[in-house]
């Protein structure tokens, strides 16, 4: 339970949390095309005193707290991009108790909790006295706040990457707020993605009809892509998102490329498909078909997790929400930015700090009622490590 003080302090900040909200929401940041959201998070976390906040390669916006050269460390992040390809401010708007904007709930609410709660921890001293500690060697282990990159999409989970790769070994536990305060992601559901492209000498469609067309290529091939059989253990999936090609209406169509993924909350899932998917593009080359085949975007399952830790952060986040929302959230497997350390052996959950819906569509919303149960909820995990 959060003191009284700190209950305190997120009702008088109210307001603002959710000004922030409403601001961040309507910063473009599609995934790897993240670079204003992430300047705006630095400048603000610089103008509310964060002392150390850097942006990483991976145009991760990154605040150690109490973070030593060696000493370990607990990640808390939000990533900073959404879905959606603009690159002009994004459409907001209130209306019946919501906030209405594509990529409000996902990742942006979860990105203002965990910006309040880092200008929590600076204004009220709780990071100068943790750097302090760090700095005598009293502190037994640091936070790391991370507004990340490339969660979405063909982000391909870039910052989580980064961040693996910075502090390595040295990741005692590993939180991402992404998601609504209804489930948590317990597991990773690992995913191969492809850009697959046809190619033909095509021609005009009458003058020299009969010539190999990319796009009915193309269409054979996800024809047997989807009679592909999936295991009948755990769950595995593909998917056929997006297809393109072709000249004009009387053109033979020279090239058509799509992008096509599975997916599997199992290794032994994902190593099905993969032999599978290259037994059907085999078939097709030697058929004489011209494909090429690309990877766009790899996610793992988990590796080893100790099993111990990882129940302690399921009861310690699944009491919490019960707390301050009075209900049990739901478990489930997810591809989320705990993918790469859990296929690490770090233990990894990713939960949410509020409630809407509509994610990954325009019409998606968050319910304002459900913020201060929502931040209350992030303050309480990430306290509960200082």
Same mark, same amino acid.
């Given at each position: ?79 900073? &991009?959404?879905?959606?390809? #603009? /690159? ?9 108790? *919501? $906030?209405?904007?594509?990529? =409000? ?72 707020? &992404?998601?609504?305060?209804? #489930? /948590? ?9 492809? *850009? $697959?492209?046809?190619?033909? =000498? ?185």
């Amino acid at each position: 339970m959060l003191e009284q003080r700190v209950l305190d302090y997120i009702d008088a900040h109210a307001q603002e949390a959710r000004e922030l909200l409403i601001t961040l929401a309507q910063i473009p940041s599609p995934s790897n095309h993240e670079e204003k959201r992430a300047e705006f998070c630095r400048k603000w976390l610089e103008d509310q005193g964060a002392r150390g906040v850097f942006v990483d390669e991976a145009l991760n916006v990154v605040y150690p707290i109490g973070v030593t050269h060696d000493n370990p460390v607990v990640v808390f992040m939000a990533h900073t &991009d959404v879905v959606f390809p #603009d /690159m002009e401010p994004l459409p907001l708007r209130i209306e019946d108790g *919501k $906030i209405f904007c594509p990529g =409000v709930g996902d990742d942006t609410a979860n990105l203002a909790c965990l910006m309040m709660i880092a200008k929590y921890l600076t204004e009220t001293g709780e990071a100068d006295r943790l750097d302090k500690a760090a700095g005598a060697g009293t502190c037994p282990r640091g936070l790391v706040l991370v507004c990340d990159s490339g969660e979405e999409g063909l982000g391909n989970l870039k910052g989580s990457r980064k961040i693996c790769e910075t502090y390595g070994k040295r990741i005692q536990e590993f939180y991402s707020f &992404d998601g609504t305060l209804s #489930d /948590m992601a317990v597991r990773a559901v690992g995913s191969k993605r492809f *850009k $697959i492209s046809a190619h033909t =000498v095509g021609g005009h469609s009458y003058g020299s009809f009969g010539n190999p067309n990319a796009i009915a290529q193309l269409s054979e091939l996800i024809h047997d892509l989807y009679k592909i059989q999936v295991p009948s253990e755990g769950k595995t999936t593909y998917n056929v998102g997006m297809i393109s090609g072709g000249t004009s209406v009387n053109t033979i169509a020279q090239c058509a490329e799509m992008l096509y993924e599975f997916r599997s909350d199992s290794r032994e899932g994902l190593s099905y498909m993969e032999r599978q998917f290259d037994s059907i593009i085999d078939a097709k080359k030697g058929q004489g078909m011209d494909i090429q085949v690309e990877i766009v975007g790899l996610r793992p399952c988990e590796g080893d997790v100790d099993l111990g830790v990882r129940e302690r952060m399921l009861r310690l986040a699944s009491d919490t929400i019960q707390e301050y929302t009075g209900r049990e959230p739901g478990q489930c497997p997810g591809s989320t930015d705990c993918n790469i350390p859990l296929s690490l052996g770090i233990p990894s959950l990713c939960m949410g700090t509020y409630e809407g819906s509509g994610a990954h569509t325009r019409e998606e919303y968050v319910v304002m009622d459900s913020l201060m149960p929502g931040y209350k909820v992030g303050f309480q995990m990430v306290l509960s490590y200082i």
